[in-house]
């Protein structure tokens, strides 16, 4: 059963309480009980490379993601709260984006003028591959938000300068060509020196291969339920 056709966006001022979820981490919640095949690592290419500044890379080119505009994408990540109806149940919307391992999704700090974009930041709580070890628990600064791509920079330990995140996206014929890639390190002189440190207890490349998965896992979910999303909220089929 999709989602495309049905789905509607509850306006986010309605008290649910079986689908908020609270800013601060303290459970892994029971996975939603969703029909949706979640796509396998092997869909996508993937890779890990070390850039010349010693940072490194782990980068995804996923299958197409079909149906779906980089129009939609874009709005997307600047409208990631509020809710969602599905077969007569009221999800939290940013859980229904990876119905496992997302915990809690909101805007963390607004623009002046009240949007989401560059200058504003997100809240963010997952466990990649629901594996305790491996916490997301972040607030996450926003660079770029359009449809060519997206870019933010979430915290570690309190601080930006560790992490980057770099989407693009293209539009083609059957939906978007979607690529991203998760950036560890900083790239100053003096990181060669603490990179061990950082992958043994910063951000394990076990970690990041389960980011790999979510990753392609959360995007290829788009197809199901983001285009009737976009559609009831924005009146705009692309």
């Known amino acids: 059963m999709s989602l495309t056709a049905t789905a509607h966006i509850i306006p986010s001022a309605i008290d649910d309480t079986t689908v908020t979820y609270p800013p601060v981490y303290d459970h892994l919640p029971t996975p939603l009980p969703l ?13 890990i490379e070390a850039l010349p500044d010693g940072r490194t890379r782990y980068w995804i080119r996923h299958d197409i993601v079909r149906g779906v ?5 874009a709005w997307w ?3 990631i709260e509020g809710t969602v109806e599905f077969a007569g149940r009221r999800y939290n919307r940013y859980r229904f984006w990876h119905p496992g391992d997302h915990v809690h999704g909101s805007v963390h700090k607004r623009r002046p003028d009240g949007t989401v974009g560059p200058g504003a930041s997100l ?7 629901r594996n305790p070890k491996f916490l997301v628990d972040t607030i996450t600064h926003i660079e770029r938000l359009d449809e060519g791509g ?24 059957t939906g978007t060509f ?3 890639s998760l950036i560890i390190g900083a790239a100053k ?50």
Not at 69 to 73: E, F, H, K, R, Y
Not at 123 to 129: A, D, P, T, Y
Not at 150 to 173: L, Q, S, W
């Open 178 to 180: 979607y690529e991203n």
């Open 123 to 129: 809240r963010l709580i997952e466990v990649l591959g």
């Open 189 to 238: 002189p003096w990181y060669r020196l603490v990179k061990p440190l950082v992958a043994r207890f910063g951000f394990t490349p076990e970690q990041g291969r389960a980011w790999l998965r979510h990753n392609v896992e959360e995007v290829g979910m788009f197809e199901n339920f983001l285009p009737g999303l976009y559609r009831a909220e924005t009146g705009r089929t692309c």
């Open 69 to 73: 505009s980089p129009a939609m994408i």
């Open 150 to 173: 997206y870019i933010h920079n979430p915290e570690m330990h309190g601080r930006t300068g560790f992490v980057r995140m770099e989407y693009r996206f293209e539009a083609v014929p």
């Open 77 to 79: 990540f600047a409208h």
């Open 35 to 47: 029909p949706f095949a979640l796509k396998p690592v092997h869909s996508a290419d993937t890779g």
